[in-house]
């Protein structure tokens, strides 16, 4: 099996095909209708009537699936959350406003949408996933318009934002005395502190 990997994934090449765009949906379904658990290479195996060959020559492992799925999950979210953004109001306004509506996103979902969206993976440059790199190109664009101080670390706030809105997120779906708004202002007011920060 690992002779497979090794072939499927020589010279930094994987197969993109037909194939490869199936068992992603599928594993988002998964993922996303049963959570994380569910999402296994004999599920996907099972219900794609394939051998475990045609998975591996791909993917991976099933780390890799469950992060692209992630990757989907945070596609849906930015996605969401950006049709508040208006080029009208300050960068203040905007972040504050795109969070909000993020975070909302995320409580409306279930339990196992949650765990894609605060899923990540570690690279040379620190925590990655799409989220996080939609924040920090928010930030960049602050800075280069000068409403964010140049030498604000894009990346570090970007990941400071993020924090606070999957903690807080996370402490919603596991605590059902923990009411929404008390959340959402909580998030907000550590979003805020960031900002101040960058403004500095």
């Not at 318009?145 to 809105?165: F, Q």
């Not at 996370?170 to 960031?194: F, H, I, R």
Request: charged share 30%.
């Amino acid at each position: 099996m690992n002779g497979v990997r090794d072939m499927a994934f020589s010279k930094g090449k994987r197969i993109e095909d037909e194939t490869s765009k199936r068992i992603i949906d599928l594993a988002v379904n998964i993922g996303c209708r049963e959570g994380a658990d569910a999402l296994t290479v004999t599920r996907l195996c099972r219900e794609l009537s394939c051998d475990r060959r045609v998975i591996y020559n791909r993917f991976r492992d099933i780390d890799e699936i469950n992060l692209i799925v992630a990757d989907r999950c945070n596609e849906e979210l930015m996605d969401k959350a950006g049709t508040v953004m208006d080029p009208h109001t300050s960068f203040d306004e905007n972040v504050i406003a795109f969070m909000k509506a993020a975070f909302t996103y995320i409580y409306e979902q279930n339990a196992f949408f949650q765990h894609y969206a605060a899923l990540y993976k570690i690279t040379d440059k620190g925590v990655r996933n799409k989220m996080l790199q939609g924040l920090t190109d928010l930030i960049e664009d602050g800075k280069s318009k000068g409403d964010v101080h140049a030498e604000t670390d894009s990346c570090r706030a970007a990941l400071n934002i993020w924090t606070v809105m999957t903690g807080i997120s996370s402490m919603l779906a596991s605590n059902a005395n923990y009411k929404y708004q008390e959340g959402l202002d909580t998030m907000l007011y550590g979003v805020e502190a960031v900002l101040l920060y960058m403004r500095r």
